[in-house]
């Protein structure tokens, strides 16, 4: 069965360096996502892709984030300077062309800001 | 405003027990959809059912079961016949349809089912 892959499952970065996460959607899914679940909590959208650009973003995406589909495959998430709060699991997500069906999510990317 | 309240933070159950997880939604949308995910601890998000508020009909999948009623802003999850496999955060989710498609999460309920 077609799975979204998310790489790495964990990184862990100096604060104030640049973090890339990588994700591979689901090859004919069309609408992409970023989402992010601090320890403990719920899990809060960031942005979201499509058409090769930004259709929607949260407040918590701010000019330090970043997002990508460099080469029709991939599908990345770039932080240039990363602080203590945003170590979190990000999930990318994906879903197809018809309206409203359910974004399937990657196994997550544990980043750990130290 | 949209928003997502899981009441429960923890519910903990014996095996062949049932389980109700409560979810409760807000939105000023008339064409709404929600969603419920599992997160077992291994950390992925698994979907496990979408509906759309035109449709209100329950619906069951082997032991799971959904309850939609939209006079009380409610869809709630039921367990039959709970197993140890079952243990995980299951989360609640809305995605409302004007302008946007991004889904608002509940704060998750953490299902513990013991032997």
């Known amino acids: 069965e077609p799975e979204v892959t998310q790489t790495p499952s964990h990184q862990v970065t100096q604060m104030g360096q640049e973090v890339i996460l990588r994700c591979v959607p689901i090859?004919?899914?069309?609408?992409f996502y970023w989402y992010r679940q601090i320890l403990g909590q719920k899990v809060e959208f960031l942005v979201s892709?499509?058409?090769?650009?930004?259709?929607?973003k949260s407040e918590i995406f701010d000019d330090q984030f970043s997002v990508e589909r460099p080469d029709g495959s991939n599908f990345t998430l770039k932080i240039r300077s990363t602080k203590l709060e945003d170590s979190a699991m990000y999930f990318c997500?994906?879903?197809?062309?018809?309206?409203?069906?359910?974004?399937?999510f990657g196994q997550g990317t544990r980043l750990t800001v130290v | 405003a949209q928003k997502v309240t899981q009441a429960q933070t923890e519910i903990s159950v014996v095996e062949k027990e049932d389980v109700t997880l409560d979810c409760v939604y807000e939105?000023?949308?008339?064409?709404?959809?929600l969603f419920w995910y599992k997160q077992p601890p291994s950390g992925e998000l698994v979907f496990l059912i979408r509906?759309?508020?035109?449709?209100?009909q329950n619906e069951i999948s082997g032991r799971y079961s959904w309850n939609f009623q939209k006079s009380t802003s409610s869809f709630n999850f039921t367990i039959t016949a709970s197993q140890v496999v079952d243990s995980a955060v299951y989360f609640c989710?809305?995605?409302?349809?004007?302008?946007?498609?991004?889904?608002?999460f509940g704060t998750g309920t953490r299902l513990q089912v013991f032997p």
């Open positions: 997500a994906s879903r197809p062309r018809e309206v409203r069906t359910e974004a399937f």
């Open positions: 090859s004919n899914h069309l609408y």
């Open positions: 892709f499509y058409n090769n650009e930004i259709s929607e």
């Open positions: 939105t000023r949308d008339t064409t709404y959809y």
């Open positions: 509906r759309n508020s035109f449709d209100e």
């Open positions: 989710a809305l995605s409302e349809t004007y302008n946007t498609d991004k889904l608002i």
